[in-house]
């Protein structure tokens, strides 16, 4: 292993290997280039301390998520609402001519104490305190938020409902309340663009054939859905193939599709010494290529955003949950542009 350090970069090649650059300069920008939106998921409290941050997402990005601000669990933490952050973020977003996606409206893991506690068995009353939260939120983004993901993650892992969601347990039919959602809010702003949200479509596949079942019901009783989003948490273990062939299967229903949530783990072992050396940081390369490629393959009409989950490696929520060294995005610690990000840029068309 020689490694070779320019200023602060220290730049890994293996033995055996040619020398690659690891890191990339551009002419065009992500958003410059792309002709739909590219976005991240953004937290507040670095937009507000990290200057860098901010110039590298302006930069590169047209569109904002907030990885947790527009989640119930910070809107409706107590009985009181804080639009707070998440004011910030539509505040940003006016100033830096980007869009806000909403995430997300109804989320079984985003529901605060409070408010499950007091539902009980009531059916009646959790509705009308979901209609109320949609309705509210809604309201006071209307004309911000351009899109929304009104539900989030409902299927399980091995398809049907979620068991240890109290809205599939105590519903009569979960699948009617969701489009009831929807409509709430549809009705609410109808500009906004609505989205179902999930994971795992490419390794999953009886959950995937409960998402397609899921909206095929929700369209054929015509409550307003406009579109997927597949999150894409994926890994280099995960062959590019199946996620093509799932991608292309959900895409088959017809609505826009957005890749959510994207990231690409590369430390497949969690090893503690894993470092990206030159020829994996090509792989990962290799892989936001085809999936750009993929994305760019659909129909023109179903195209909508790419978002990927996190703006630096500095910054991703896979060092807690993954493992401490993982570099899963398109610009490194540095807010140097990888060669993932060259894969990306790439394949747009
Ligand atoms: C899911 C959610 C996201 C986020 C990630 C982990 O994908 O949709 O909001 O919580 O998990 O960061």
Known sequence: ?????????????????????????????????AKFKIGAAIKTSLLESEPEYVNALVENYNQITAEFEMKMEV??????????????????????????HGHSLV??????????????????AYESKIKEFITTVGNRYKGKVRSWDVVNEVISDSGGLRDEEFINAVFNDPIAFYGRCF????????????????????????????????????????YPIDGIGCQFHYSASNSLESIKTAFDDIASLGL??????????????????????????KRQGDIYEFIVNMYEDLPENQKYAI?????????????????????PLLLDSNYNKKLSYLGFLNSLR
């Open 256 to 281: 826009l599709m957005h890749i959510s949530e994207l990231d690409m783990k590369m430390n497949t072992s969690q090893s503690d010494n894993f470092i990206l050396t030159s020829a994996t940081a």
């Open 183 to 222: 409509q709430y809010a549809k009705d609410v702003d109808p500009d906004a663009l609505l989205f179902y949200n999930d994971y795992g479509i490419a390794n999953l596949p009886e959950k995937r054939a409960s998402i397609k079942s899921f909206i095929e019901r929700l369209l054929d009783e015509g």
């Open 75 to 100: 809107l409706w933490g107590s009985p009181d609402y804080n639009f707070e952050p998440a004011d910030y973020i539509t505040d940003f977003a006016e100033t830096n001519n980007m869009d806000v």
């Open 1 to 33: 292993m020689i490694y070779a350090c320019t200023g602060e970069e220290t730049i890994v090649f293996v033995e055996g290997e040619e020398p690659l650059e690891t890191i990339v300069e551009t002419d065009l920008t992500l958003k410059q280039k």
């Open 307 to 327: 978002t990927t989950w996190g703006v630096t490696d500095k910054y991703t929520w896979l060092t807690d949950f993954w493992h401490p060294k993982e570099y």
């Open 107 to 124: 989320w079984y893991r985003s529901f605060p104490a409070w408010f499950t506690l007091h539902q009980e068995n009531d059916t009646i």
